[in-house]
C-alpha cells in the first residue's frame, strides 16, 4: 500500500472559523456596553483609566515579546481585552500609576511568565486586581456615587458594615447602576447583555454562568431562610455588577476554565458558594474575584470530571 | 590544594549560590527578606552556623557511626543555633524579634544539613571551612540583594534610608509573601539569563 499520501499529525483534524482574534473582538463588542455605561457614569476619569490601561496592556506586552525574541501578538487583540478588563474591575478614581501598574502586572505576571496566552492558570485581570488590593487598598476601595462624584460605600460595603442597611437599596438602583462601584460593575444590566451576546456567539457556553448564578443564589437563599434579619435577600446578591461581571466574563475565561461540560457546572457552583462565603464571612466586602481565583487553581482537577467514553464500561 | 581551596571558596557566590542555584533554604529566604537588614542578620547567622558546623562534622567525621550521621548532624548544628539564638537575644535584640521564629528554624535549614552531608563529612577542616564560608556568604548576598529588592519596591527605602520620590506610593504587594515569590522568581529568570549569555559566549 503506497502510505506516503497518509498525513500523520496531531488533533486538531478540523480547524472552524473562530481565530483568537476574531473571539477577542467579539469579546470587546460584549463589553463595550459595561465600559460605555462606566464612562457615562463616572465621567472623564474612567474613559482615561479604561485607556490608559488598554494601552499600557498592549505596550507591555509588545516590549516583552520584542525582548524575548517573540513574535508579536497585539494582532490578536487579547492584550487590549485584558486591560480593557483591569480597567473594568478598578474603583473610577485610581491614579494613573495604579492603572499602568495593574495591566503591566496583569500583561507579565498575569499572562507572559506562563507562557501568553492559552497557558496561564490565573485570570490575568484578577490577579492584577489582587496584587493592587495588597498594594493600596486604600485607592482600590475609594469608591464615588455615579455622575455627582462624592465619595460613598459600595452597597456590599455599606452591608458589612451594618447589614440591616441591604433594605435602603432599590433593586433597580443595584440593576442599572444607581450605585457606587467599579468602572464595570455598576451597571449590572450592560454586563447581562455584553454576557447574552457572548452566549449567543458561542463565546461562552451556558454552564458556568448558570451554575455560579445558582451557586450564589442557592447559598444566599439557605441563609435567608436560616434569618432574614441578619441576611440580604437573593436579590441583592445577584443584582449586583460584581457577580454578573464574575459570572458572565470572568469565570468562563476559556484558558482558565474547564472544558468538560460536568466540570463547568462544579466549577461555578462552587465558585458560587465560594463568593457567598468569602461576601458574609471574609475579611473583605467582596469575594467574588477571590472565588474565581481559587477555582482557576482548581480548573486541572474539575477536567477529571469528563463524560464516559462511548463503549466504555463503567467502573466496578 | 590553594586552587581547590579558592574554587571551595568562591562556588557559592555564583556556581552553586543556595537559593537560586540550589534552590535549597527557601523558607527563609522568602519568609525574612523584608528588608535588606533582615536579609542581611538572617544571612549571617546562617553563615556562622554552616562554619562551625561544617568544622566540627568535618573533624568529628570518623568518630561518627554512618547509621545515625544525620542525627549527630543535627546535635552540632543546633549546638551552634543555640549559641547564635543566645547572641541575638542579648546583643541584637531588636533584629532577633524581628527574625523570631526563623532563628530556630535554622537547625532543619536544608543548606546546612545538605553541605554537611555532602561536603563535611567527606573532606578534611580546612576545605570544609572554605566551603562553608563560601557557601554561607553566598547565601547571605542572596538574602541581602532579595531584601534589598523588596525594601525598595515594598516600602521605598534602602536600609531605611528613603531613596524614593516624595509621592511614591509603596508598592506593599512587595513585602508580602507572594511578593516574596514573585521577586525571587525574576531573580532566578534574571540569573539565568545571564548564564545564557555567558554560555554563548564562551
Redesign the interface.
Known amino acids: 500500500m503506497d502510505t506516503s499520501k497518509l498525513i500523520v499529525s496531531m488533533s486538531p483534524h478540523v480547524r472552524g472559523s473562530l481565530t483568537i482574534d476574531r473571539m477577542m473582538r467579539t469579546i470587546l463588542i460584549a463589553l463595550a456596553p459595561t465600559a460605555v455605561v462606566g464612562i457615562y457614569l463616572f465621567g472623564l476619569m474612567a474613559l482615561v483609566t479604561v485607556l490608559l490601561s488598554m494601552a499600557t496592556a498592549v505596550g507591555v506586552e509588545a516590549v516583552i515579546e520584542k525582548l524575548t525574541g517573540r513574535d508579536l501578538s497585539f494582532r490578536d487583540l487579547h492584550a487590549l481585552v485584558t486591560g480593557l478588563l483591569v480597567a473594568l474591575i478598578l474603583p473610577p478614581a485610581v491614579?494613573w500609576?495604579?492603572t499602568m501598574?495593574g495591566a503591566g502586572v496583569a500583561v507579565i505576571?498575569g499572562k507572559m511568565?506562563f507562557g501568553g496566552l492559552g497557558t496561564y492558570p490565573f485570570n490575568p485581570p484578577l490577579v492584577a486586581w489582587v496584587?493592587?488590593k495588597?498594594?493600596?487598598p486604600e485607592?482600590m476601595s475609594a469608591f464615588l456615587a455615579p455622575k455627582t462624584g462624592e465619595a460613598v460605600l459600595t452597597p456590599l460595603m455599606a452591608f458589612q458594615e451594618d447589614p440591616a442597611l441591604f433594605y435602603s437599596y432599590d433593586l433597580w438602583d443595584l440593576f442599572l447602576g444607581n450605585k457606587a462601584g467599579a468602572i464595570g460593575t455598576t451597571c449590572g444590566l450592560a454586563i447581562v447583555i455584553g454576557g447574552l451576546f457572548l452566549l449567543w456567539r458561542g463565546i461562552i457556553r451556558w454552564h458556568i454562568p448558570v451554575s455560579f448564578l445558582l451557586g450564589v443564589g442557592l447559598f444566599a437563599l439557605i441563609l435567608r431562610m436560616i434569618n432574614p434579619d441578619l441576611y440580604p435577600p437573593v436579590s441583592f446578591h445577584l443584582a449586583g455588577g460584581g457577580v454578573l461581571l464574575g459570572a458572565l466574563v470572568l469565570a468562563p475565561e476559556p484558558v482558565t476554565s474547564p472544558v468538560t461540560p460536568t466540570g463547568m457546572l462544579a466549577f461555578g457552583l462552587l465558585a458560587g458558594a465560594l463568593t457567598m462565603i468569602l461576601r458574609m464571612w471574609g475579611a473583605d466586602y467582596d469575594g467574588t474575584f477571590y472565588a474565581i481565583l481559587v477555582m482557576n487553581a482548581a480548573t486541572p482537577l474539575f477536567n477529571y470530571l469528563k463524560p464516559r467514553a462511548y463503549g466504555r464500561l463503567k467502573r466496578a | 590544594m590553594a586552587a581547590t581551596l579558592r574554587e571551595e571558596f568562591t562556588k557559592g557566590f555564583w556556581r552553586t549560590i543556595p537559593p537560586f542555584r540550589l534552590v535549597l533554604g527557601l523558607c527563609p529566604t522568602l519568609a525574612v527578606t523584608t528588608s535588606g537588614i533582615n536579609g542581611l542578620g538572617m544571612g549571617l547567622a546562617t553563615t556562622f552556623v554552616l562554619v562551625f558546623s561544617n568544622l566540627f562534622v568535618s573533624l568529628l567525621r570518623r568518630f561518627i557511626p554512618t547509621q545515625v550521621r544525620i542525627a549527630s548532624f543535627i546535635v552540632i548544628i543546633a549546638s551552634f543555633v543555640v549559641i547564635v539564638e543566645l547572641v541575638m537575644q542579648a546583643y541584637f535584640y531588636p533584629l532577633f524579634k524581628i527574625l523570631g521564629i526563623f532563628i530556630p528554624l535554622i537547625v532543619v535549614n536544608c543548606i546546612i544539613l545538605g553541605r554537611a552531608e555532602a561536603f563535611a563529612s567527606k573532606n578534611g577542616p580546612v576545605l570544609s571551612l572554605a566551603d562553608g564560608l563560601g557557601i554561607g556568604l553566598g547565601f547571605t548576598l542572596s538574602l541581602f540583594v532579595l531584601g534589598l529588592i523588596r525594601e525598595l519596591l515594598g516600602a521605598g527605602t534602602l536600609l531605611e534610608i528613603p531613596v524614593m520620590w516624595a509621592s511614591f506610593?509603596?508598592?506593599?504587594?512587595m513585602l508580602?509573601p507572594?511578593g516574596a515569590f514573585?521577586a525571587l522568581?525574576i531573580l532566578l529568570a534574571f540569573m539565568n539569563l545571564i548564564s545564557q549569555i555567558q554560555a554563548r559566549k564562551g
Open positions: 491614579p500609576w495604579l501598574t505576571l511568565v496584587v493592587l495588597l498594594s493600596w485607592h | 506610593a509603596p508598592f506593599a504587594f508580602k507572594p514573585v522568581g
